[in-house]
């Protein structure tokens, strides 16, 4: 199975795939409080992470992540990458998942379902149009836009994979 996350400090996308034929298998948001502190809002994001793991209790072997896009507030950059950091930590630590993730950019993201960076403005397309795959796959309920940007994510680690299978046959 591959998680993918598309993180944020108001609410975090979470989407699990079985890499095997990329259905889609479970999803979920995290929403944080704004009004809460910054390290509240990281606790409370690794404690969510934690128990929804737990409660799938699926075998997640590739994690993905999408890249931080630089916002104009230095701040706001800032409280990102702690946040990307906490639950990096959590999961390689707790779920003992990959020393490292791999990390796409959102271009890499919206190419898995022939969608440009041009797209990205409109964001309910992006969403409509990974609602009409998964819908395709069974899924029946609407994903929000975070959780179809994770599944987009977990979407970016099959060519991954691929090249792993391939190696390790090679080998």
Known sequence: MLLGIDPNTRRIGLAVIDFQNGSLCATHSIRLNPKWSQAKRRR???????????????????????EINVPTNLRTTRELAR????????????????????????ATCLSQIGLSTRTNKLKI???????????????????????????????????????????????
């Open 44 to 66: 409370n994001a690794a404690a969510e992470l934690c128990g929804w793991m737990e409660e799938i209790g699926k075998s997640i072997s590739h994690v993905g992540m999408e």
């Open 83 to 106: 946040m990307t950091g906490a639950l990096e930590s959590v999961l390689t630590t707790t779920f003992i998942l990959p020393a490292r993730m791999i990390y796409f950019t959102r």
């Open 125 to 171: 397309a992006v969403t409509a149009r990974v609602n009409t795959i998964v819908a395709g796959q069974g899924w029946t309920y609407d994903l929000n836009e975070d959780e179809a940007d994770a599944y987009l994510v977990a979407l970016s680690l099959l060519p991954h994979i691929a090249k792993e299978i391939i190696n390790n046959r090679i080998v």
